[in-house]
């Protein structure tokens, strides 16, 4: 019994996780990968409707997350050298 309510409560939990990653997302009929440049990004999902800047512990900018919204949910490309390095889709 303990394993069932175990397991029913490790499904809840990934179920109403607000934010999940992905290596890939898909723009219209262009799938965007981990390691796409932001030359492909911007050419399948345009301008970002939102840029914030990535800081380390020292105050320097290691990347850059460029937010898009896509019906009632944001996707966000964190950036960093110019290359795509995280997709993530966050539900509102």
């Known amino acids: 019994m303990r394993r ?3 397991y029913a409560l490790v499904a809840l939990l990934a179920w109403s996780a607000s934010a999940a990653a ?14 796409d440049s932001i030359a492909r990004v911007m ?3 345009g301008q970002p409707a939102y840029k914030e800047p990535v800081m380390n512990r020292y105050g ?7 937010f898009y919204r896509d019906g009632s949910k944001m996707v966000k490309f ?7 390095q995280a997709i993530e889709e966050i539900r509102q």
């Open 43 to 45: 050419d399948a999902m």
């Open 78 to 84: 964190t950036i960093s050298g110019g290359v795509v």
């Open 4 to 6: 069932v309510v175990r």
């Open 60 to 66: 320097a900018q290691v990347a850059e997350n460029w």
């Open 22 to 35: 992905f290596g890939t997302y898909r723009a219209g009929s262009i799938v965007l990968d981990q390691g």
